[in-house]
């Protein structure tokens, strides 16, 4: 089972993907000891032009400033 920390760690990450442009919906997200792994793909939703590889990055820096969040592994194939 799961720790509690980790599946509030899972959460804010979704959350904050919530907040953007980005499909995630073939993305997988898992949480263990801190450390948060983001694989399958994600790509821009349609309409939006972006970098997503930066976008990416830039959401991994915010996550490690989270509490719970100790490092952001990001393991996506990611679609233009």
Same mark, same amino acid.
């Given at each position: 089972?799961?720790?509690?920390?980790?599946?509030?760690?899972?959460?804010?990450?979704?959350?904050e993907?919530?907040?953007?442009? %980005?499909?995630?919906? $073939?993305?997988?997200?898992?949480?263990?000891?801190? !450390? =948060?792994?983001?694989?399958?793909?994600?790509?821009?939703?349609?309409?939006?032009?972006m970098?997503?590889?930066?976008?990416?990055?830039? %959401?991994?820096?915010? $996550?490690?400033q989270?509490?719970?969040?100790?490092? !952001? =592994?990001?393991?996506?194939?990611?679609?233009?």
């Amino acid at each position: 089972m799961p720790r509690p920390e980790d599946m509030e760690a899972a959460k804010t990450v979704r959350k904050e993907f919530a907040r953007r442009p %980005i499909d995630t919906s $073939l993305m997988m997200v898992t949480s263990a000891h801190g !450390v =948060v792994r983001l694989g399958g793909q994600v790509k821009a939703m349609r309409g939006h032009e972006m970098d997503l590889r930066s976008e990416m990055e830039l %959401i991994a820096k915010i $996550l490690k400033q989270r509490p719970g969040i100790r490092d !952001v =592994v990001i393991e996506c194939i990611m679609r233009e």
